[in-house]
């Protein structure tokens, strides 16, 4: 808490009162100067009593999602078994609750400043109830990634101004922005269509039972093209059920910009999404980063690639797990190892992100920065 300049005002007064009191011998002279002095040290008082009381608190109220938000096709199973209060994709409008509460009765004036996703925000009142005071902030297209709460501090004062006092507030996470992402099934039967050399693939379960029609969805390469010619429509395979796949995804652990950085995270998304409404379980890992862990839970793997590439690190081993499951590597990058052991995988899928010259001679599929894809 510091004084301002009416205080020195203040107390050019008081001087100027003495003086003229002691040479004009006006005795209530002395009595106003005295109360100017109480009144610097009564304003001095509440300053203090008024910082003392004050506490901040950031919340997110609600989101409001975007036009392409996977919000919109989530089920409502999976938004019941939903970690976060409100889930935030990106650039969807976050509204950030900035609450200023108090102990004992209300106080004031006083004020609030910092930044939230990289925004400056700032708020002030004059009377701070019992009940507490609130305002909202909209946050508009928020980025993918944790919304921070930085350089946040209460500011207060007295009724008149004499004495100013700012409290700072420890930086803190407010909310985190999911990737998006969409199915990606359709894509892969387009690419498989124009390949006319795909071969079945072995293995979809664990023994071949039958065969059954075609139905919007099913694998091209599931289609059994005799018996479809047999019965004039198209049949496919149909297996057992089978053990509970591991899809491995490896993503580039240095990408070049945020930009590419938030589009290995939506590929990733979108990947695990198939995976996991399929019954399968996802690891998503990167060298020299705390792997998301095996899963079945697409939230998690969410929370994983929100905060990719500054995910906790960890040692690598430097070889990925192949214990037939499938293995999807998505870079950035020409990095040797990867693309090595991308090379080494029984199943693969390799998609590259911009412009980079990769040399590989599997076959993968480009993308830009565009989304949907």
């Known amino acids: 808490m510091r004084p301002t300049w009416r205080v020195a005002g203040a107390v050019g007064l008081w001087l100027v009162l003495e003086w003229y009191g002691a040479t004009s011998e006006v005795s209530w002279l002395f009595l ?5 002095v109480a009144l610097i040290v009564a304003s001095g008082a509440y300053a203090a009593w008024n910082r003392a009381g004050l506490r901040l608190a950031l919340a997110v109220e609600s989101s409001r999602p975007g036009a392409e938000s996977p919000l919109y096709e989530l089920p409502e199973q999976m938004l019941r078994t939903s970690p976060f209060q409100a889930p935030v994709f990106e650039r969807d409008d976050l ?8 102990t004992g009765g209300a106080r004031g004036p006083a004020w609030v400043s910092g930044k939230a996703g ?5 708020f002030g009142t004059g009377v701070v109830p019992r009940e507490g005071w609130t305002q909202v902030n909209v946050l508009r297209e928020v980025g993918r990634g944790p919304v921070g709460a930085t350089d946040w501090a209460i500011g207060t004062s007295d009724p008149l101004g004499f004495f100013r006092g700012r409290r700072p507030s420890p930086d ?7 990737p998006r992402f969409m199915s990606l099934a359709g894509r892969r039967q387009a690419r498989e269509l124009e390949a006319a050399t795909a071969a079945p693939r072995a293995g979809s379960g664990n023994e071949l039972f039958g065969i059954r029609e075609y139905r919007p969805g099913d694998s091209l390469r599931r289609i059994h093209w005799r018996s479809s010619a047999r019965h004039g429509e198209l049949v496919v395979r149909e297996y057992e059920p089978p053990g509970l796949e591991t899809l491995t ?3 580039d652990p240095s990408p070049p910009t945020p930009e590419i950085a938030d589009q290995v995270a939506r590929i990733a998304a979108s990947e695990a999404w198939d995976c996991i409404r399929e019954g399968g379980r996802v690891v998503i890992l990167a060298p020299g980063l705390e792997s998301s862990g095996s899963s079945r839970d697409m939230w998690s793997h969410l929370e994983w690639l929100a905060r990719y590439p500054s995910a906790p690190p960890a040692a690598f081993a430097g ?9 999807i590597l998505i870079t950035a990058t020409n990095n040797p190892d990867l693309l090595d052991e991308a090379e080494r995988a029984r199943k693969r899928r390799v998609w590259v992100v911009g412009d980079a010259e990769v040399e ?3 076959a993968f599929e480009r993308v830009g920065l565009q989304w949907p894809l």
């Open 95 to 102: 509204a950030l609750t900035v609450q200023l509460s108090t």
């Open 319 to 327: 070889r990925l797990p192949r214990n037939g499951e499938e293995l």
């Open 249 to 251: 995804i490896v993503v």
């Open 360 to 362: 590989t001679e599997i």
């Open 118 to 122: 990289g925004s400056d925000v700032r």
């Open 172 to 178: 803190s996470e407010v909310a985190l922005v999911l």
């Open 32 to 36: 106003l100067a005295a109360w100017v």
